[in-house]
């Protein structure tokens, strides 16, 4: 009966592949082949760089139909899209290495890029995944108090300086001796990230790892 009732959905709605907009009929898998072969590319990175922060795993590349699904969703207000981020989550092969990470904190928007969207789009992209692993997600565990300069738009050393102090961790929130898994959309130079990681730690999380979408890191 489910089957014929999915099979009637895709009769009425026929899926689109979220990273070319093609028109598919699998069934199961939401994104074409050849997308998600483009992009799919689960691993850790690990950077001298961050302190705090004990490395990142990434899903996909920050490339092709990823990227365009990021741009969507950020940008273009196409919540929609959540759902093809879902896949990658499910296929992320690691999941039982993270069984011990009870939090989940996504890195916070500035106050005024919040009014903007509207929304956090590392909630779209993370919070259901995580409830149903029963994680603890707590969207508003970190703030950022103060706007800062587009990282974009700074040499590595000076991101760092932008982001000193930038982030606190909400003081209703108890981390003490908590494996945190600290999240966001996209990982560049790990700057932002180290930045939240060492709030998260100076509020007592005792290990913090990252997990983003996607990755423009080599
Ligand atoms: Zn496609």
């Known amino acids: 009966m489910l089957r014929f ?16 907009g093609k028109l598919i ?13 483009q992009v799919w590319n689960p691993r850790m990175i690990r950077s001298s760089y961050t302190e705090h922060l004990s490395g990142c795993y990434t899903l996909t590349d920050y490339a092709k139909g990823m990227r365009k699904c990021l741009i969507d969703l950020k940008f273009n207000h196409k919540v929609s899209s959540a759902r093809g981020f879902h896949l ?8 039982d290495s993270l069984a011990d990470f009870r939090v989940a904190i996504p890195v ?18 993370f919070e259901d995944w995580m409830i149903k692993q029963g994680k603890t997600y707590l969207s508003d565990g970190i703030i ?9 738009q700074l040499l590595r050393n000076d991101r760092r300086h932008n982001l000193e102090h930038a ?10 001796g908590e494996k945190v898994l600290l999240l966001d959309d ?9 930045a939240a990681a060492k709030a998260l730690k100076m509020a007592g999380a005792s290990e ?11």
């Open 88 to 95: 990658f989550l499910e296929k992320f092969p690691w999941w």
């Open 108 to 125: 916070p928007l500035s106050m005024e890029h919040a009014r903007q969207r509207g929304y956090n789009q590392t909630d779209i992209i």
């Open 167 to 176: 982030f606190h961790v909400n003081r209703d929130v108890s981390l003490k």
């Open 25 to 37: 009929h699998t069934g199961g898998d939401l994104w074409c082949w050849q997308c998600q072969t």
């Open 186 to 194: 996209i990982y560049t130079t790990g700057s932002t990230m180290e």
């Open 144 to 152: 950022k108090i103060r706007n800062t300069v587009p990282q974009s």
């Open 208 to 218: 913090v790892t990252g997990m983003v979408m996607a990755s423009k890191a080599p």
């Open 5 to 20: 009732f999915r099979y009637f959905l895709e009769l009425v709605y026929p899926s689109r592949c979220p990273g070319c």
